[in-house]
């Protein structure tokens, strides 16, 4: 693929579930080795838009790109099957709800897709599941069951299980929102990682100093807009929009 420095490019997205409205026009850009968080209320579109992006969540209207090529493409279904699953290889995504096999391995659930989807031998895929288990910490209990490991544990083989598709895209959905609170940093720390090497990343978060940390841009979303977006330092110490403000008064409030 041409080296495109638009690396994902939302164009007039909008999704409706029957009546309702969750995304409304939203056009944006990410740029690759970009990281980019989404903050806002609950219910403001921000999974849906990162959902979207794979096409797990199709949208009504508008076109979602990566690296040059169209995700959502309209084909025939069999063509569509194929395309979507060779574009998802692409796109890491994790879940707030760990999503691991329950009866699998963590070296098992890791070394699954490489196996089945990219044809890796079994020696291979082993040795893919150790590099990014031992990435995220968790080379000495890669034999381990998830009922085995805690919230923090599962969620670390999680991201290696999306790495070990080498993807051009991290997707991270509340990543950390179902751990308990001394889980989090563990989580956030593996993120923060990958956030050094420059992998191209969108996060979904209610952590704002995380956000403020890590992130080069911020969008702030509330009833499916992007209200406002830009440097961390700008969105958090100088908002534009009233919207804005109040959301992050409630926000710091209620973490006081």
Same mark, same amino acid.
């Given at each position: 693929?041409?080296?495109? %420095?638009?690396?994902?490019?939302?164009?007039?997205?909008?999704?409706?579930?029957?009546?309702?409205?969750?995304?409304? =026009?939203?056009?944006?850009?990410?740029?690759?080795?970009?990281?980019?968080?989404?903050?806002? /209320?609950?219910?403001?579109?921000?999974?849906?838009?990162?959902?979207?992006?794979? $096409?797990?969540? /199709?949208?009504?209207?508008?076109?979602?790109?990566?690296?040059?090529?169209?995700?959502?493409?309209?084909?025939?279904?069999?063509?569509?099957?194929?395309?979507?699953?060779?574009?998802?290889?692409?796109?890491?995504?994790?879940?707030?709800?760990?999503?691991?096999?329950?009866? @699998?391995?963590?070296?098992?659930?890791?070394?699954? !897709?490489?196996?089945?989807?990219?044809?890796?031998?079994?020696?291979?895929?082993?040795?893919? !599941?150790?590099?990014?288990? =031992?990435?995220?910490?968790?080379?000495?209990?890669? $034999?381990?069951?998830?009922?085995?490991?805690?919230?923090?544990?599962?969620?670390?083989? !999680?991201?290696?299980? !999306?790495?070990?598709?080498?993807? %051009?895209?991290?997707?991270?959905?509340?990543?950390?929102?179902?751990?308990?609170?001394?889980?989090? =940093?563990?989580?956030?720390?593996? @993120?923060?990682?990958?956030?050094?090497?420059?992998?191209?990343?969108?996060?979904?978060?209610?952590?704002?100093?995380?956000?403020?940390?890590?992130?080069?841009?911020?969008?702030?979303?509330?009833?499916?807009?992007?209200?406002?977006?830009?440097? /961390?330092?700008?969105?958090? %110490?100088?908002?534009?929009?009233?919207?804005?403000?109040?959301?992050?008064?409630?926000?710091?409030?209620?973490?006081?």
């Amino acid at each position: 693929m041409t080296d495109h %420095k638009e690396f994902v490019q939302i164009r007039h997205a909008q999704k409706s579930f029957g009546a309702l409205e969750v995304l409304k =026009d939203i056009s944006l850009t990410v740029e690759r080795g970009q990281i980019v968080a989404i903050i806002g /209320p609950s219910g403001s579109g921000k999974s849906t838009l990162l959902r979207a992006i794979n $096409d797990l969540d /199709p949208l009504t209207g508008g076109e979602v790109w990566l690296d040059g090529v169209q995700v959502n493409r309209s084909l025939p279904f069999r063509q569509y099957e194929k395309h979507i699953n060779q574009m998802r290889q692409d796109i890491g995504m994790v879940f707030q709800h760990f999503n691991l096999f329950p009866h @699998m391995t963590a070296r098992e659930n890791v070394t699954m !897709a490489p196996k089945m989807l990219k044809g890796l031998s079994k020696d291979e895929a082993d040795a893919l !599941a150790r590099e990014q288990l =031992d990435k995220v910490g968790m080379l000495e209990r890669i $034999d381990y069951y998830p009922s085995q490991l805690s919230g923090g544990q599962k969620q670390r083989v !999680a991201i290696a299980r !999306a790495l070990a598709m080498k993807p %051009k895209l991290m997707l991270f959905d509340e990543a950390t929102s179902a751990l308990d609170p001394e889980l989090v =940093d563990e989580v956030n720390q593996v @993120m923060k990682k990958l956030a050094e090497e420059h992998m191209t990343m969108i996060i979904v978060t209610h952590e704002m100093d995380f956000a403020a940390s890590v992130c080069d841009r911020v969008l702030f979303m509330d009833q499916g807009v992007v209200v406002e977006e830009g440097p /961390p330092e700008v969105v958090f %110490k100088s908002p534009e929009k009233e919207r804005t403000r109040a959301f992050l008064r409630k926000h710091l409030e209620g973490a006081r």
